[in-house]
């Protein structure tokens, strides 16, 4: 990478007991061997941190592959990192409830094969009760229909869910998955993005039967010359 280039952290940090989703237990992060206990196995001076962490799939910002929503669709282990590593990225900004047609179509020319990142700032009430208030912004049925047609390589959003919360049949999950489009949530500093003009990369550990698993989504913004 050249000094000409920025690196944007996209994702949250995993915290012990920290909430992720509403209803979903945190992580719990603890030694499997302490340093102060691997003193006894190896020479004087040298000593060792092995850490275990116990979480469900859905922690921090996590990508969904289509396994999460499809039983015949493909985990993580499945997934191309063709789509999910050195994408051309664009960010939509959309700070309010329902994202539609609307806010998508005037990047119609470069949705296909690429990262769709939308910015609603919600990732501001991150770590408060706000966070999971029923007020979060989504992507709308109609939203979703169109930009799956477009096939981009990747969706993901700075919010709770991409979903309505309280639309139980998930239209986002259920026509992106069904697409093949895998989905970012709980995304973080898309404000901190050019519209356009990065290079996106965001890929979970090779799981198998697994859909969904934290990631470190990044962004290689260059720096004006």
Known sequence: ?????????????????????????????????????????????????????????????????????????????????????????????????????????????????????????????WGTAKYADPSHPFLTAEATEWIAALRPAVVGIDSVNIDDMADLSRPAHTGLLAAGIPIIEHMTGLDLLPDKHFRFHGAPIAVAGMGTFPIRAYALVPEPQ
């Not at 000094?3 to 996209?10: N, Y």
């Not at 909430?19 to 020479?43: C, F, K, Q, W």
């Open 1 to 125: 990478m050249s000094s000409e280039t920025r690196v944007i952290d996209l994702s949250h940090v995993v915290e012990d007991g920290m909430v992720t989703y509403p209803g979903l237990p945190g992580p719990e992060i603890v030694d499997h061997m302490s340093r102060n206990d691997s003193r006894d196995r190896y020479a004087p001076g040298t000593e060792f941190q092995i850490g275990r962490i116990s979480m469900v799939a859905n922690t921090g910002t996590y990508l969904d592959a289509p396994f999460h929503r499809f039983s015949g669709g493909a985990d993580l282990s499945g997934l191309a990192l063709s789509r999910l590593v050195n994408l051309p990225g664009i960010v939509i900004r959309a700070e309010h409830r329902g994202v539609g047609v609307a806010e998508l179509s005037p990047f119609r020319d470069q949705i296909s094969g690429g990262a769709v990142l939308v910015h609603t700032g919600w990732d501001r009430h």
